[in-house]
């Protein structure tokens, strides 16, 4: 039986009408992204045709999903937006705050005593506002939707960029930051601009070695990290029918490296095996009962140039298995020869250290099998580990189940770490080292889907390469990052060569999946009698004040950073140890821009303080700007805030004095999180103007009071030596974004209107 199965009855019992509708409207054949949009439209019925990558759109999201990490800044948001129930279905899911170190059990037992303090401030608020409650070790809140909430044709949001997983099982899933999902729990419009639509087509069908992950590590090949900003990825043909509803997944998860709003499959056969599996039966048949509509319409998969703004094409039986990396996930490289040449020009080191497997990307029954496969032929064939090995399974339905079946035993037999149901190396909670900053060169395969430096275990020299949980395992098993499992010979225990032969696996488990206890906590009906407490010397959660509004005149502001190249959100807010601090404010924004290189020395956490003349870490210099009552900006390069949705990147610099953050180009969800805490968020109209900024440099903002829809912004940079320059600034802010800034944060104005 599903969660929420009156909800789903609901979505479908309208599908038809809106669909078809919209289909009137449009003036033509519809794409599966377009169809669930339209279904979805918070004034209900569609009345125009929208433009994409133009038109900010209203929607009503059928649910919510909220990662630990950031539900303790969404909770906190939500509770003083005077509300006393979420107006949708919502789900907190405790997987980010569980360190992988010693194993599932020791490392589980830590978590709850180290975060019980979070825990338990989750666990009150999701029973006081009708929240259901997913208990640490109970999986990573990606595998946990796609066995519990996802359902074809459906629409949810999410406080974790990898939300799109959820486009294997056809929904429109989408990442976004607390302050979005507030305004949805608290039961207003969500608002997006209407996205573009690229259409993948696959041909031909995966075989051997080739991996559903393999197709989206070659898409972002294709794309890079920015080619999918502001566009669904839609994928299609006879490769994505033969392909399994957990591979659809991992190529959708992925899909947020390369800066795609979601991703999405249409609704087939592979969809209902899984549905059915997971003890969903109800949800597909009610599925079957609009199936036509919750896939595209025919004509637009037979000639997708005409419907989609960019088309490509993929023959699964010409890919072959790729490593993706280091430090970034667009990097693509085939194994074997081309790894060797590659990584022999470019010093990357060839002995691998760890293989990981499993990730919200790769943790499914699938993955494992096909990953214990290998492990399994190592064993009998007699080949040595040369490498460590560690394992995150993605559920606790999914630990239980391949622990029946002797899976996870396999990899024990080679010594291999199992880790707790959670993310772990994933994102930075690996104790690997004692002193990250000082540890040595060295490379790592995982499965995982991003690779940034210092992501997994804060090491800036450890060098991760993202492969199929397959090929993670081989070349673990190998010890190096050139071995082909497909032509490479390894030397077993008696002297002799052996080979690998092809992963084998199951799509589904033989028996049926299984589980003891999932970890859930429903609420109460009625949580009006449920306190939460947060104590006011807690180091761990901090209750919010209201933002000022930073008003329309800006004058005499100071240049804090201006950041040189690659700048993501773990640059601008990192996680491993700082996790601990995301539900205090004024803790967390410590680590304000720490990773973020200055463009005038080339060195992080180092910057200069006009007050002074002195130079030292971000955060301080900005709370002695603070301290004076001085504003700031930011200036940034492309790309600007890409990775995770992590609003803290936004929350931090607003809190600290930031007024203005100016770059080349945004990555999409930070972009709406800077709007959404009430700042300026803007772009060089002429991006050589980002080496008009000097160091020394005040700024002011010369129209401001005429701050408006589509209308340039102009900026005054007064150099040290007194000349200056006059910068032409766009921003895409809408009535009602500029109605955010104005009250000082999205928030205050949900305060407002609900008071009133």
């Avoid at 800066?259 to 999405?264: Q, Y």
């Avoid at 299984?514 to 429903?522: E, H, W």
């Avoid at 007064?718 to 320059?725: L, R």
């Amino acid at each position: 039986m599903a969660f929420d199965i009156e909800m789903i009855k609901d979505v479908y019992s309208r599908t038809k009408e809106r669909v078809d509708i919209a289909r009137e409207v449009v003036g033509r054949p519809l794409t599966l992204s377009e169809k669930i949009l339209y279904n979805h439209l918070w004034d209900g019925n569609p009345t125009k045709a929208f433009e994409r990558g133009k038109d900010y759109v209203d929607f009503a999201p059928d649910r919510i999903a909220c990662q630990d990490a950031t539900a303790q800044m969404a909770l906190l948001q939500f509770m003083q937006a005077g509300k006393s129930k979420v107006a949708v279905p919502t789900t907190v899911h405790c997987d980010h705050l569980i360190q992988a170190k010693e194993g599932a059990v020791a490392d589980l037992k830590h978590a709850n005593s180290v975060s019980s303090e979070v825990f338990n401030f989750l666990e009150s608020v999701s029973n006081k506002y009708g929240i259901g409650f997913w208990k640490p070790g109970a999986g990573i809140i990606h595998q946990v939707v796609l066995e519990n909430y996802a359902f074809p044709g459906g629409m949810m949001i999410g406080t974790d960029s990898h939300t799109v997983n959820a486009g294997g099982l056809g929904m429109v899933a989408i990442g976004v930051g607390g302050a979005d999902a507030v305004d949805v729990m608290a039961g207003m419009a969500w608002e997006l601009k209407f996205p573009k639509l690229i259409g993948v087509k696959l041909t031909g069908k995966l075989s051997g070695w080739t991996a559903p992950k393999d197709v989206i590590l070659k898409v972002a090949e294709i794309l890079t990290v920015k080619g999918g900003t502001g566009a669904i990825v839609e994928y299609f043909g006879p490769g994505a029918i033969a392909m399994s509803c957990t591979g659809k997944g991992t190529i959708c998860n992925m899909g947020a490296e390369i800066g795609a709003t979601t991703s999405t499959f249409g609704y087939d056969e592979s969809m209902e095996r899984y549905l059915r599996s997971t003890d969903r039966a109800d949800v597909a048949d009610a599925a079957n009962a609009v199936k036509e509509y919750l896939t595209a319409d025919a004509e637009v998969y037979a000639n997708p140039e005409h419907y989609f703004d960019q088309v490509i094409e993929i023959n699964l039986t010409e890919l072959g298995p790729l490593l993706n990396g280091p430090f970034t996930p667009d990097l693509s490289t085939s194994v074997g020869k081309d790894m060797k040449e590659k990584a022999t020009a470019n010093d990357w080191p060839i002995a691998v250290e760890w293989g990981l497997i499993g990730s919200c990307t790769n943790s499914s029954y699938e993955d494992l099998s096909r990953a214990s496969s290998i492990a399994q032929q190592a064993i009998d064939k007699g080949i040595k580990m040369k490498s460590e090995l560690g394992i995150n399974p993605g559920s606790e339905q999914v630990r239980y189940t391949a622990e029946r079946d002797g899976i996870l035993q396999v990899f024990e037999r080679l010594d291999a770490k199992i880790f707790t149901n959670a993310c772990g190396p994933c994102i930075g909670q690996w104790a690997r080292y004692s002193d990250p900053k000082n540890a040595p060169k060295n490379s790592i395969v995982h499965s995982f889907n991003r690779n940034f430096a210092k992501r997994a275990d804060g090491n800036p020299n450890t060098h991760a390469f993202v492969a199929s949980p397959e090929i993670t395992a081989a070349i673990a098993i190998a010890g190096r990052l050139d071995f082909n499992p497909m032509t490479d010979t390894l030397i077993n225990e008696d002297g002799q060569e052996v080979m690998f032969d092809e992963p084998t696996g199951w799509e589904l488990p033989p028996k049926g999946f299984a589980v003891q206890d999932n970890g859930y906590l429903a609420p109460e009906a009625d949580g009006s009698h449920v306190q939460v407490n947060v104590s006011p010397t807690s180091e761990r959660l901090q209750l919010l004040e209201p933002f000022e509004p930073l008003g329309n005149t800006i004058n005499g502001a100071k240049l804090l950073i201006k950041a040189f190249g690659k700048c993501t959100t773990d640059h601008i807010s990192m996680a491993g140890p700082w996790l601990r601090f995301r539900g205090h404010l004024d803790n967390i924004s410590n680590n304000c821009l720490i990773g973020a290189v200055n463009a005038y020395n080339q060195q992080t956490n180092f910057v200069k303080n006009q007050l002074t003349g002195e130079y030292g870490g971000v955060p301080d210099v900005q709370r002695a700007y603070k301290k004076a009552g001085i504003k700031t900006i930011v200036v940034g390069d492309h790309n600007y805030g890409e990775g995770s949705s992590r609003e803290h990147a936004a929350m931090e610099p607003r809190f600290l004095g930031v007024a203005a953050v100016i770059v080349k180009s945004f990555a999409r969800i930070h972009e709406t999180n800077l709007k959404k805490q009430g700042m300026l968020g803007l772009t060089f109209a002429n991006e050589a103007d980002y080496d008009l900024i000097q160091e020394d440099d005040t700024f002011n903002f010369l129209n401001l009071n005429e701050f408006a829809p589509d209308k340039q912004l102009t900026l005054e940079a007064v150099h040290a030596d007194g000349s200056k320059d006059i910068i032409k600034l766009n921003h895409t802010y809408n009535d009602a974004q500029i109605a955010w800034y104005n009250e000082g944060s999205a928030l205050n104005l949900i305060k407002k209107q609900n008071a009133s």
